[in-house]
């Protein structure tokens, strides 16, 4: 979409007027061919707006606003659909951090100046990628995250379809005797309710269960997605708008748990198995039938153990708790013996942990197992240490529990057999569990419209799955509503942009269907990328990638930031004005140079930033403009990126890392050195640091002198 | 949506991370919604942490993400500086109603800082909890949201002062504001209210408030931030001297029948994270954690065992029993079981850090909620319509606590709210 022509604003408050020469800094966009600029010392008040508002009535569809950052006000400067707003940041960007009337400081105002008048023009109201689309939900697995995800969304007004493996729905929960207790006072064991959980499932109109059942295959997009199950009947096909997966978990192989006891004694069981042994009422032993009266529960049954599995699979310190009980209630003779790490029962959990520390008959020790030993008469001998009475104990019980962990499903795949080009399951975060970003935005997932939900994505109990497949499924109709009028989901929620490919000119290279951190991608068998417009994200890594610069979106594109490259001046070398150009993560680093600018930190006045969608969208281009054009330097500011990456489009500051690997050669070419180039990992509350980072950049740059190339540039 | 179109927004109480999160999705998804809050800033108690656990990243980073989504979704209206003081009606149709107040700074604030600069009051800064002090107009935080400057009535000496009206250039002071009442219709209402830390000055045997170096998990987030009381240095209150050696006492008011008799779930990770943060500052410093159980579940497990990996990280099972300060040098004196290490021990440390709980907030709700013995709002009790998210209801995490805003926000779109 166009707007016409572009009408310039610079407003002089807030330190502006007194930091540059505003009549100076108006001549920079009439030289560019627009109108004169209007001015005003507080534009962002009523009567300053009114005048860019009566602009707007008299047909201005692009605005130019020199003022603050593009973060600050953003509300205020919003003219309503269909009127492009480009800001120029000459508060934070320049007044607030830099000499106020100093010549440096006015060159970098009309140099912000110039780059925006550049962006402007070379940009438009992206026009958004709308499909009709469907938006039936697909839960695939029917256990309680499944059974929760289904009539959430169905309870929310979608249409639902659950596919369940087995014969029944239930999953895991069918099979406890009971489940521990979920609400106050958190005292007995309660009924799992899971009989009815079925009932509210097929009362509810909107879903539609298939037993039996396996998906095929799910190719295409958010509320395109095209799903084959076979089922009993025979294969099915329909279409979706999203899926949540939640196949669940395996319980830790037990078979594995040989050194405490499993496969030598038929005594020793696992959680899993005790369920099944405790809803007669009486607790017999395997080995000859005679009633238990005494069972040792031995925790982290595999779990929190380097040679198994490193993790904490949360549900089993309350899980012989219960079990504990169970034992008690069956024979008030019995004894329950707990042996763990750590007994964690976060929460409200603690009220039925302390129950069960007052009941006489269960002990409780943190321990460590040196030996589980099978004896003749049927009875298992258990040896602890390090134990809080001080000393090893020896006990001989009729029973062992092993508190076995649990394994995302996930880990086996098949569950979703996803047409995508990068892999047919959710990639993998660690553990097999799929990836997350985890923390502030639990369903960040890395497969748009597809959200990972209950044990399937990280250990977690029954009450805690519940919760996460409602988030899912919420996060699955979400994505549908979203995409249906061609707006991104996370993390640039409402971008209508989309990457826009001119296929004539693609090498096949590939680049772009490997590096997208989304998977948008798929690709024909000569390699030819095939979009998937409702994939994406937005983040630009494609288009960053792509060495043919084919790929770009209406409103960000590889000329556009060449443009404003080209835009910028490079004072002749005699005047010792090195121009360092700053690339910036438009999450983290720009809000950390505003709140450089917030706090009056002075940067050097010789730098000129621009801010990328995420720094996964750098192209290599941009380099090679830099230094041709005499640029003296360029500093990367990109995310943390590796184990702990905090990049939310995952892989963009990585990648960026990883082009800069490559770069050594071309600049070598250009016999620029490669230090002229720095990557800093920077968090948002770094802008403490900006100041020094800055600062030891330029000493750097100025001792090496300028770039070879300024006396050649144009 | 399916749902036919509600007639009136969902209305979120709160605007910490689960309120705005809550807000958001639902927003996102559709719905209308109004997102109050009592403070003149989103973010809440987050806000204060200098990192999250376990990936040691900002906060910020991710309210950023969500500021800028409340900036551009025009479904999300946000009333800061708003008390709920009743709500009436029933699902479909509450009517809330809020005491607003004064607003001595209006939207017309480009916080451009020339009040402070002008301001000769000060008061103490409770956002770095007691550890600095801010002009009686000020920003908590160069990233507050609105970004628009307030002042602390309290110590403000209004009109017979005015210096900071006088400076404003934009008409964005009005001293004579009054406080003011404001409805707001709703079709439902999600009480995000969040937490408090627990009152560590009545854990008498813990020192807190009568030995100087001893502070609470929250102060030592603001100490390590950036932007705190010590810009990042982690110094002792007595005398601003690095502090090389810290422990940290698990359950400070948690676990105790005698105070918060629930696991407040996250003080045993908080403080793993806070022991990152000194050994990451002054490499030759040490950290002991006093303990009963470590609870860090699920992949959490990780971080612990990384942060277990440091040889100078001590863990002690066992109850901290006395806690005194050496009055020449201002060290705290620990007296604690040791019970794997043969009974009860002395330490010397530079100072003490109480990982102090989570205490719902359940004042000024405007509703008689149902609250379990511990105070969390009873979910499963409330009335249609009326629903409660976050540690209001539960004490939890962020990611566990951001899981229920979206599980939340499902339902409202499933209540018979609005349709």
Known sequence: MTQGAIRPYICTGCGIGEAVDVARLAKVPVASGLPEPRHHPFFCGEQGLKIIADDVAAGAGSLLIAACSMRTLAERFNFGHGVKVERVNLREGCAWVSEPKDEDTQLLAEDLLRMGIVKAQKTETPTPFIEKLEKTVLVVGGGIAGISASLAAARAGSNVVLVEKDAQLGGFLRKLHKRFPRNAPYEEPEETGINENIEEVKNEKRIRVITSAQVENISGQPGLFDVTVSAAGGVEKFRVGAVVQSTGFKPYSPEKLGHLGYGRSPNVVTNAQFEEMSVSGIIRRPSDGKEALSVAFLQCAGSRDKDHLPYCSSFCCMTSLKQAAYVRNANPQAKAYIFYKDMRTPGRYEHFYKKMQDDDGVFLTKADIAAVEPMDDGSVSVTACRTLLGVDIKVKVDLVVLAAGMETAAKNGGALKLDYRQGPELPELNYGFPDSHFICFPYETRRTGIYAAGAVRQPMDSAMARTDAEGAALKAIQCVELSSVGKSVQPRSGDTSYPRIKFESCTQCKRCTEECPYGMYDEDEKGTPLPNPLRCRRCGTCMGACPQRIISFDDFHVDMVSSMIRAISIPPEEEERPRVLVFACENDSLPAFDMAGLTRVRLSPHIRLISLRCLGSLSMVWLNDAFSKGIDGVLLFGCQYGEDYQCHNMKGSELAKERMGKLGETLGRMMIEPERVQFEQLAINDYTRLGEIIGDFMEKIDAMGPNPFKEFAE | ?419
């Not at chain 2, 809020?98 to 800082?113: F, H, I, Q, Y």
């Not at chain 2, 010590?230 to 110094?235: D, L, R, S, Y």
């Not at chain 2, 990280?313 to 060290?331: N, P």
């Open chain 2, 1 to 419: 949506m399916v749902t036919p179109v509600r007639k009136k927004p969902i209305a979120v109480i709160g605007g910490g991370i689960s309120g705005i999160t809550v807000a958001l999705e639902a927003a996102d998804t559709g719905a209308d919604v109004v997102l109050v809050e009592k403070e003149p800033w989103l973010g809440g108690r987050v806000f204060m942490m200098h990192r999250y656990f376990p990936k040691l990243c900002s906060p910020l980073c991710g309210m950023e993400i969500n500021f800028r989504r409340i900036r551009t979704n025009p479904k999300i209206r946000v009333i800061t500086g708003a008390a709920v003081e009743s709500v009436s009606g029933a699902s479909g149709d509450f009517k809330i109603a809020l005491n607003m107040a004064a607003e001595l700074v209006n939207a017309d604030c480009t916080s451009c800082g020339k009040c402070t600069a002008a301001c000769p009051e000060t008061r103490v800064d409770d956002f770095n909890m007691g550890m600095s002090e801010t002009k009686a107009i000020y920003l908590r935080h160069p990233m507050a949201y609105p970004a628009r400057y307030a002042i602390d009535a309290g110590v403000c000496k209004g009109t017979k002062c005015a210096k900071c009206a006088d400076v404003c250039e934009y008409g964005a002071i009005n001293l004579n504001a009054k406080v003011a009442a404001m409805t707001v219709e709703a079709s439902g209402v999600v009480y995000a209210t969040g937490w408090k830390p627990y009152d560590a000055a009545r854990i008498g045997n813990l020192g807190f408030g009568k030995v100087k170096n001893v502070i609470n998990n929250l102060m030592m987030e603001r100490m390590a931030s950036l932007s705190g009381p010590t810009a990042g240095k982690i110094v002792r209150p007595s005398d601003g001297k690095e502090v090389k050696n810290i422990a940290f006492v698990q359950c400070a008011g948690s676990r105790d029948e005698n105070h918060l008799s629930y696991c407040s779930s996250v003080c045993c990770l908080a403080s793993l994270k806070q022991a990152t943060y000194l050994r990451e500052l002054y490499p030759d410093s040490k950290a002991t954690i006093f303990y009963i159980d470590i609870r860090t579940p699920g992949k959490y497990e990780a971080f612990y065992a990384k942060v277990a990996k440091d040889t100078s990280i001590s863990f002690i099972k066992g109850k901290v029993a006395k806690v005194a300060e050496d009055a020449a040098t201002g060290d705290v004196l620990v007296t604690a079981e040791d019970i794997f290490g043969g009974g009860k021990k002395s330490y010397r440390v530079d100072m003490l850090v109480l990982a102090t709980g989570m205490e719902p907030n359940n004042a000024g709700n405007g509703f008689p909620l149902a609250r379990d013995a511990d105070g969390f709002i009873a979910d499963w009790k409330l009335p249609p319509g009326i629903f409660a998210t976050g540690v209001a209801k539960n004490p939890a995490d962020v990611t566990t606590s951001l899981m229920d805003a979206a599980a939340t926000a499902i339902k409202t779109f499933a209540s018979g709210g609005g349709v």
